[in-house]
DNA sequence: AATGAATGAGTCTTCATTCAT
DNA sequence: AATGAATGAAGACTCATTCAT
């Protein structure tokens, strides 16, 4: 049943097709055909909104990485402005729900891996990972001099994304709890100095 | 010419082939035909040495695998007994060169995302992850109480884990001094305690 | 807003589009949505006013045949009326600027290829086939017995055709005032008989 | 039944197929499924073989051109050495009935038609076009000064190019005679200057 | 032991066509 | 009159695997 402006509602449905089949047969067996029956439209239908597979998957990180921004910038708008609070804020945001149940970390995992592969993809990665580097330095960089708060900005962005890689391998689900404790701690340490 | 007890060489000749062609190409595209070309051999030889793709695949992370255990143990045998100088060497061992080069960490990062699809891959590194975890474990309890060992434990590895993610992404040489002395800093934090 | 009288005017420039797609694209390569987009149309619009391709690509071709025989009718029209002005004015005619254009003749050489295999196509070729033929043989036999005439009449044919062949694979100009020349003392042999 | 040294025999049996299906569906339907059932085989055979569907296609009008190469030469080394005889034979190498068949015209109206759009068979067509008028004016030349030889080399080119075109658009066999004849009397024309 | 010929399932993609709006 | 959403078949191509030699 053909309609019009069915432009972004596809586009969401498709995206959402394609993080189920990546969450349930893993980026490589995630065909165009598995994700348009997940989706519940014809094959063609995706080179249609996506011009072609690449620009489904590349839509597909975009929306993960939005995803992303919007929790930390979330945890960040309800908190206080001092240092700590705001550290710990994208660390509960890089920890929220949204990013931290097992389709999506499995998703993020496949995307790493092919990002190094793939320029655009690679690029969308960079720029994520430049951000949450700024981001904590930025705040460190108001309690301590720059050196410091380099090496503190650098462990701290090891702890997260090394916590978020043992949860998505675990397949068991992520401690948050232990997890954001160990982060804090690590927090409290460097800004003591 | 056909030859007798060749067996060791070839097996070691196609994994290293599949080492070469995943870092040019990617997991996905390393496809059977890539691999025996750069081995320089026909397609039909894998099926004879490994069973299958699948079979080969395998037998190269656990080839990675080994190059791992290896280098922390040599790491270790070259040190003295106190609890930092292991964790230390626990380190090294893995930032060594072995570890560290983009081939490798590309490699890793392939088959940890792989491995969520394939149980016998999981297994294997599932194994990796939590060696690693007691082993640091093992050492920070020599002079912490069990619950503050755990969470040094784990907030080292996720530490490593995250530092080694970062530098398979980024696609520049992981500045490793850096990186040790970064982690060290966290060992002298945890074992001030 | 949709008009009323609309039919000429998009029929045309719908073809019109789908000899710029042949041109540019080779018939192969002249999809629907290729065609429509050099219309500045939908993809929807051709099954409104052609039935479906087929009936466009027919169509096509009966315009440029209709042209071919607007030329020569044209060129006969400003002509004396001895045979070999006559012939010479057919000649003219299939070289005129309408018919040796590259477009043209690229389109023309790929509608005569497909033609060995869609019925109405290639009656559509023959019709025009034979009535070159015809029109050749009728002037020439006002000179001569009907086996000379045929004999000149299928000459001329083929030298046209020929030219016209090479021409169109050449893709460079045809040299038009050479082969003018050529045909012309063609003619002139065989009316000296 | 997988055999060695099968190369030169399974590419001949492909490109025989691929003429047979040309001949009975056009390039256009000529598919890759229907060129493998044509020769037995499967098909993924094609890309073995020929790398992919393009070269299979190129190798075709290859071998097509080299069977009228071996038509010409084999006319010019039974005939003798006075130009007539010589242009005589150049025609008929080009009417001989490896020529002439419906199948073999079929295929070359076709491959022109698609060499405008592709360069690599776009070279072929043209030296062979080169080749065809060079010989032709090689021989004039011995009796006519250089511009009467390029005209009649010209002329004559053309007249063989347009009797070829017409035989082949007119699913008819070609009367080899009365085109033989027609040629004759055109060299024998120019020859009398 | 080693080759490479052969298969055929599976993937992505393209495309003419249909149809609700 | 016109759009463009949607379909689904068909196409070329890739690839792991098998097997006769």
Not at 44 to 69: C, P, R
Not at 145 to 168: N, P, S, T, V
């Amino acid at each position: 049943m053909p309609k019009v402006g069915m432009q972004p509602i596809r586009r969401q449905q498709l995206i959402d097709a394609t993080l189920e089949a990546i969450n349930e047969l893993g980026l490589a067996e995630a065909s165009i055909s598995q994700i348009a029956k997940r989706a519940g439209v014809s094959t063609g239908i995706i080179s249609h909104y996506f011009k072609d597979k690449h620009g489904l998957i590349f839509a597909t990180m975009q929306y993960l990485l939005a995803q992303l921004e919007t929790a930390v910038a979330q945890a960040l708008s309800q908190t206080e402005a001092s240092p700590k609070a705001r550290l710990m804020a994208i660390v509960r945001g890089n920890f929220s729900p949204s990013q931290i149940n097992q389709a999506a970390m499995k998703t993020w995992l496949a995307f790493w891996s092919v990002s190094l592969y793939q320029p655009d993809l690679h690029e969308l990665q960079q720029v994520n990972e430049q951000w949450l580097y700024s981001s904590l330095k930025h705040e460190f960089c108001k309690c301590l001099d720059e050196k410091q708060a380099e090496d503190a900005a650098l462990g701290l962005a090891a702890l997260i994304d090394g916590f978020w890689l043992r949860g998505a391998l675990s397949q068991t689900p992520l401690m948050i709890d232990e997890t954001i404790r160990i982060c804090e701690q690590y927090i409290d340490h460097k800004l003591a100095y």
